[in-house]
């Protein structure tokens, strides 16, 4: 539910689950709708020392969504996506409160976050969009291998969920580009090391039958003080029952290291669900090159209802971050 408009030729070929939302006509201009997921997982993976250590999550979301035609022509529409913070509670907690310093008691569940919320106004000039969002990079390039369920692949430092201020162009015969903002204002900046409180981001998409291209291009800054902007490539394509991609991108950390990860993803549907497998390769300056593999297999239940099974092998140091995974999604 996380992606889209840009992204969903590679959402769909990639068969991430998505939530069935239901729609009401409200009136002959506006129809709003209402989705989620309950979305838990355990996972089992080894720490920096090598030793095997257990955790339990809840990725659950409550989706709003309203569309509604505007003046000559054009429409608008909102996406409202709230998630839960430990909401299936804390271990330690659960039978007990806890003493807040105002005095007030609470449960153990740290309540509910906006974590995207953002509205447009498209039309035949193309689409512009203010809220928050995942940025351009993420958008165009790591949700290629943003498939998973729980265990994930190393991402580009570059990808951020902030305020944006977004124009889309239409679709010109399968090319298309968008530009961003990343705003911030001067009390609240993004990387106070560095003062910067805004980035500029371009992407652009071509479909080049049979293959899908996206590029993407975040200025930089924002994530170290050190970091001169980041670029990133993926393609998209399918042979036969086979949904094939492949991404590269080039970005900087810490203390100026350029980081380059490349890699490769299939995934395939069988009749109770599907398969995938992606492997990538992450060379940082003055570090020892590693190789990600990820293998993730799904179990459908029902309709919007599967079980999931992933492994990982991060090629770290004392196995750090080896072991898999088991989660639910139930969509609605």
């Known amino acids: 539910m996380k992606k889209t408009t840009s992204a969903l030729a590679i959402a769909a ?21 209402i989705g989620g997921a309950f979305y838990p997982f355990y996972t089992n993976t080894k720490d920096a020392d090598g030793n095997s250590t257990d955790g339990y999550g809840d990725a659950s979301r409550l989706i709003f969504t309203a569309e509604k035609a505007a003046v000559n022509g054009m429409t608008a529409s909102l996406y409202y996506q709230l998630r839960p913070q430990n909401g299936l509670g804390d ?7 806890v003493q ?41 390039i790591d949700v290629v291998r943003d498939y998973n369920d729980a265990l994930v692949f190393t991402f580009s430092n570059a990808i951020t969920r902030t305020r944006i201020l977004n124009y889309a162009s239409p679709d010109f015969d399968g090319f298309g580009f968008e530009i961003e903002s990343e705003l911030a204002g001067d009390d609240e900046q993004a990387k106070t090391d560095t003062g910067n409180s805004s980035s500029v981001n371009v992407a652009a998409y071509a479909d080049l039958d049979p293959v899908r291209v996206h590029a993407a291009y975040t200025a930089g800054n924002l994530q170290d003080k050190n970091s001169d902007g980041a670029y990133g490539l993926a393609a998209v394509t399918s042979i036969d029952v086979v949904d094939l991609s492949a991404t590269y991108v080039n970005s900087q950390i810490e203390d100026g290291q350029d980081e380059k990860i490349a890699g490769v993803y299939a ?26 593999v990820i293998g993730r297999a799904t179990y459908d239940i029902a309709d919007n209802v599967y079980t999931s099974l992933e492994y990982r092998s991060a090629d770290k ?3 750090a971050g080896n072991g898999y995974a088991v989660s639910l999604w139930y969509g609605f």
């Open 13 to 33: 070929l990639l068969g991430t689950g998505a939530a069935s939302a239901a729609t009401f006509q409200i009136n002959d201009t506006t129809t709003v709708g």
């Open 91 to 97: 271990f330690a907690d659960s039978n007990a409160v």
């Open 100 to 140: 807040t310093q105002g005095g007030d008691t609470t449960e153990n569940d740290a309540g509910v976050r906006t974590h995207v919320a953002h509205a447009t106004l498209s039309g035949d000039f193309g689409s512009v969009t203010y809220g928050k969002n995942d940025n351009l990079m993420y958008r165009y």
């Open 267 to 292: 995934s395939t549907s069988y009749n109770f669900g599907s398969l995938q497998l992606g492997a990538q390769s992450v060379d940082v300056d003055g570090q020892s090159n590693r190789t990600e």
């Open 317 to 319: 140091a004392n196995d």
